[in-house]
C-alpha cells in the first residue's frame, strides 16, 4: 500500500458501515470474538502526538477517522476496546504504527502515527487504561493477581490490537488484503519495554521497532529503586541533597574531559568508572541556597507532573564527607548480598543519585530516609500482595532482603513484565529490524541494563559464531545506541549533550528503502555546543574526541566493553 493514493474523502469511508464490513471475520484469530455492534466512527480533527525522538511540530492539524471496536476473547466474557486513528485516504502512505505507553500505562493517545502516513492504534487492556492504569487494577484485593490484567498489559493487549488492525486497515482504504502494510512500533521507559515486548512474542507483527530505556527485567529494575534507600538506611547516613549534587556535579566536571572534549558531558562513563575515584571528592565544599520545589521520586531528571509534592529544603553549606562518598559509591557499584555476589547493575557513576534524596525534617532539623515510591509501591503491591502504594520501613531490611525480592518477583512475573527473552529468531526471519537507544547517564533504568540485554541476544542467537561475524550479523538487524550525557528518554539538565530527533525516519528509510544506519543522527539542544549534529556511535563502539574539537572518533576499546559487563552469580538462573 505504501506509496498508493485513494482519491476518495475521508468521510466517504469513515463510516461504521464501512469499518464493519473491514473487520475480518470471527475465527480468524485465534481466541479473538471481534463484536461489529460496537464500531464507532468519526472525523476527527487533531494536532496529532509525536513519539519520543519525533522532529516533527505538534502544532500540525491532521484529519482522520477515530475508529472505535471491541472484542471478547473466546469463551471468557471479558471486553477489551481497541481504538484506531485512520488518516485521509489521501495521506495513507501505507504503515501502521503503535505508540508505546509510560509508567504503568499502554497509550491513550492513537494520533501518534499521522505525521507518518500511518493508521495508529491503542488499546484499553480489557481493563480500561485510560482510566484505570495498570498497578491499580493489578490486584482483585490483598494477596489476590489479576493475572489477565497483568498479561494484557505486559504483551498481549499490544500484539491483539496490532492483529485485528493490521487485518481491517486494507479494507477500510479498499486496498487488496494482501498489499503491504508497514508495521513499526515507538516507545520509551515502559513503552520502550512494550516495543521489547513485542519484538519478543509478536516479532512477526512488526516491521519496525524503536524502543528507548526499556524498563525490561522488571524483578531486577523496580526492586533497584529501593537499593539506595537500603544503602542509607544500612549505613544510618542520609546525606543532605545538596552533598549528593556536589558529588554528582564534581564527578561530571572531573570525567568530562576524559573522552577527548570539555563539554560538560561525559560521553564515556566507562572512562570515568575506570580513571576516577570519587573519594577524591571528600573534603570538597557545597553550597546551595534554600528553595521549595517539587518531586515525584521516580527518577526522571527532576521532572514534574500533576501529584507532584511540595518539598522544603534549608540552606546548605559543608564539604562532601567520607559517609557521602560511601554511599554514592555503594549505590554506583550496584546491589549485593551479603557474600559479596553481585545481583544487579547499577547506574553509571554521574548519573543523578535521585533514589537517595533524603528528606528535610524542619522540626527535628535532620535530613531521613525517604522510600522513593517507584521501588517502595512494586515491593508492597508485586512482591507482598498487598494493595498499598509503598512501604514506610526498613527495619530487619539488608541486602539480602534486596535481593530476596528481587528473585521473588524474578520467578513469579518471569513470563510477562520480565521482558526480556533473548531468542528474537521471529522478528529477525520475518525481515524486522529494531533501533534500540538509551540514555548514558539515565538515572532511572540504568544504561548497562540495555547493553546487559544486547549481549544476551548477541550470545544466543548466535553462540558459535566468531565475535566479527556475530556483530556484523546482528548490525544488520539490531542496533544499539548510547546517548552520551542524556537522562532518562530525554535530555539532561546537568549534561547538554545531544538527543536523537528522527528515530522514525531512520527506522522507515532502514525497512522501507533499505537504508541501513551506521549511526545515529543527534543534535545538542544546549549549552556551548547547542544546535551541533553528532553523529553518534553504534555500540559497541564508543566516541573519542580529537584534541577538543567538533570531530570524534568511534573507537573499539576492549576495557571499555569489559566494564559495561556483568554476571550475576547471586542467582542461579541466567539474567538475560
Given at each position: 500500500m505504501t506509496g498508493r493514493v485513494f482519491p476518495y474523502p475521508l468521510a466517504d469511508v469513515c463510516t461504521v458501515t464501512n469499518v464493519q464490513a473491514a473487520l475480518p471475520a470471527n475465527g480468524t484469530f485465534l481466541g479473538i470474538d471481534l463484536i461489529p455492534t460496537s464500531v464507532t466512527a468519526a472525523v476527527t480533527n487533531s494536532t496529532g502526538s509525536s513519539g519520543p525522538g519525533s522532529a516533527s511540530s505538534s502544532s500540525a492539524i491532521y484529519t482522520y477517522c477515530n475508529v472505535t471496536v471491541a472484542y471478547t476473547h473466546t469463551g471468557k466474557g471479558d471486553k477489551v476496546v481497541v481504538t484506531y486513528a485512520f488518516p485521509s485516504p489521501s495521506d495513507f502512505l501505507g504503515r501502521f504504527y503503535v505508540p508505546g505507553g509510560e509508567a504503568w500505562s499502554l497509550s491513550t493517545d492513537p494520533t501518534g502515527g499521522l505525521e507518518y502516513g500511518a493508521v495508529g492504534g491503542v488499546s484499553d487492556g480489557g481493563y480500561d487504561n485510560a482510566n484505570s492504569a495498570y498497578d491499580t487494577v493489578f490486584l482483585y484485593g490483598n494477596g489476590s493477581i489479576n493475572w489477565d490484567a497483568?498479561?494484557?498489559?505486559?504483551?498481549?493487549?499490544?500484539?491483539?490490537?496490532?492483529?485485528?488492525?493490521?487485518?481491517?486497515?486494507?479494507?477500510?482504504?479498499?486496498?487488496?488484503?494482501?498489499?503491504?502494510?508497514?508495521?513499526?512500533?515507538?516507545?520509551?521507559?515502559?513503552?520502550?519495554?512494550?516495543?521489547?515486548?513485542?519484538?519478543?512474542?509478536?516479532?512477526?507483527?512488526?516491521?519496525?521497532v524503536v524502543a528507548g530505556a526499556p524498563a525490561f527485567r522488571a524483578a531486577q529494575q523496580q526492586v533497584l529503586h529501593m537499593w539506595s534507600a537500603v544503602v542509607e538506611h544500612t549505613m544510618d547516613y542520609y546525606p543532605p541533597s545538596c552533598e549528593l549534587d556536589k558529588i554528582v556535579n564534581a564527578?561530571?566536571?572531573?570525567?568530562?574531559?576524559?573522552?577527548?572534549?570539555?563539554?560538560?558531558?561525559?560521553?564515556?562513563?566507562?572512562?570515568?568508572?575506570?580513571?576516577?575515584?570519587?573519594?577524591?571528592?571528600?573534603?570538597?565544599?557545597?553550597?546551595?541556597?534554600?528553595?521549595?520545589?517539587?518531586?515525584?521520586?521516580?527518577?526522571?531528571?527532576?521532572?514534574?507532573?500533576?501529584?507532584?509534592?511540595?518539598?522544603?529544603?534549608?540552606?546548605q553549606n559543608g564539604t562532601i564527607s567520607a559517609e557521602g562518598v560511601q554511599l554514592a559509591q555503594s549505590i554506583y557499584d550496584g546491589v549485593f548480598n551479603s557474600k559479596g555476589q553481585r545481583a544487579y547493575l547499577s547506574w553509571q557513576i554521574g548519573s543523578e543519585l535521585e533514589d537517595a534524596a533524603a528528606t528535610y525534617d524542619s522540626d527535628t532539623g535532620a535530613w531521613e530516609l525517604d522510600i522513593v515510591q517507584t521501588g517502595g509501591e512494586f515491593v508492597s503491591r508485586w512482591i507482598e500482595l498487598l494493595d498499598a502504594d509503598n512501604i514506610y520501613s526498613l527495619d530487619n531490611v539488608t541486602y539480602d532482603t534486596v535481593v530476596e525480592w528481587m528473585k521473588v518477583a524474578f520467578v513469579k512475573y518471569y513470563d510477562s513484565l520480565q521482558t526480556t527473552e533473548p531468542d528474537l529468531s521471529n522478528f529477525q526471519s520475518s525481515g524486522g529490524k529494531l533501533l534500540h537507544y538509551h540514555g548514558e547517564s539515565d538515572p532511572s533504568v540504568p544504561a548497562a541494563s540495555s547493553v546487559h540485554y544486547w549481549q544476551s541476544v548477541r550470545s544466543v542467537m548466535y553462540p558459535d559464531a566468531s565475535d566479527e561475524e556475530s556483530l556484523e550479523t546482528l548490525q544488520d538487524w539490531y542496533q544499539f545506541y548510547l546517548i552520551p550525557g542524556a537522562a532518562h528518554c530525554g535530555t539532561n539538565d546537568l549534561q547538554p549533550g545531544p538527543w536523537p530527533v528522527s528515530n522514525m525516519g531512520v527506522i522507515i528509510d532502514w525497512v522501507e528503502n533499505g537504508i541501513t544506519p551506521t549511526k545515529l543522527n543527534a543534535t545538542v539542544s544546549s549549552g556551548d555546543f547547542e544546535g551541533e549534529t553528532q553523529l553518534l556511535c553504534q555500540w559497541p563502539t564508543r566516541p573519542l574526541w580529537q584534541g577538543n574539537s567538533s570531530n570524534f572518533d568511534c573507537v573499539n576499546d576492549t576495557t571499555s566493553y569489559d566494564s559495561w559487563t556483568y554476571d550475576f552469580p547471586a542467582f542461579s538462573t541466567p539474567v538475560y
Open positions: 497483568t498479561y494484557m498489559f505486559s504483551y498481549q493487549a499490544l500484539g491483539e490490537m496490532t492483529q485485528v488492525g493490521q487485518a481491517v486497515t486494507p479494507g477500510f482504504y479498499g486496498a487488496s488484503a494482501d498489499a503491504k502494510l508497514y508495521t513499526y512500533f515507538e516507545g520509551c521507559s515502559d513503552g520502550g519495554r512494550q516495543g521489547m515486548s513485542q519484538v519478543q512474542r509478536w516479532g512477526e507483527l512488526y516491521d519496525g564527578t561530571i566536571a572531573a570525567c568530562d574531559p576524559l573522552d577527548g572534549r570539555t563539554d560538560g558531558v561525559i560521553s564515556r562513563t566507562d572512562l570515568c568508572k575506570l580513571n576516577f575515584n570519587l573519594t577524591d571528592l571528600i573534603g570538597e565544599p557545597y553550597y546551595c541556597a534554600a528553595e521549595n520545589s517539587t518531586s515525584l521520586g521516580y527518577g526522571f531528571n527532576k521532572r514534574q507532573a500533576a501529584g507532584s509534592e511540595a518539598v522544603t529544603t534549608p540552606a
